[in-house]
């Protein structure tokens, strides 16, 4: 079984910065790809940004171009979002997920319980 496992999230101003981590079990396949989701109160899930297990592809919504990075560290079964000139739209609960798989995919079988990052302005 995977488990992913969030951390980084908290208060910022709007402008300011923050990088989320996502740890993975150990017993991942070679081959996956991660992603990051949030939900905002009383709205849907949304996708934020996702990246295939070499690094080479990534692929991000429209709305985080820019300004959130995708990266990760296959050494350390970890993933990386580096959020830049954060908004107040930013606050959500931010959520890992992965999927055994080698292209991004439009769903995922595993997912972290989510950390919540709040923008203030």
């Known amino acids: 079984q995977v488990q992913l496992v969030e951390s980084g999230g908290g208060l910022v101003q709007a402008g300011g910065s923050l990088r989320l981590s996502c740890a993975t079990s150990?017993?991942?396949?070679?081959?996956?790809?991660m992603g990051w989701f949030r939900q905002a109160p009383g709205k849907e899930r949304e996708f934020v940004a996702a990246?295939?297990?070499?690094?080479?592809?990534?692929r991000y919504a429209d709305s985080v171009k820019g300004r959130f990075t995708i990266s990760r560290d296959n050494a350390k079964n970890t993933a990386y979002l580096q959020m830049n000139s954060l908004k107040p739209e930013d606050t959500a609960v931010y959520y890992c997920?992965?999927?055994?798989?080698?292209?991004?995919?439009?769903?995922?079988?595993?997912w972290g319980q989510g950390t919540q990052v709040t923008v203030s302005s």
């Open positions: 997920a992965l999927k055994i798989t080698v292209e991004i995919p439009n769903d995922y079988d595993y």
């Open positions: 150990r017993g991942t396949f070679n081959t996956n790809v």
């Open positions: 990246i295939n297990y070499s690094g080479r592809t990534t």
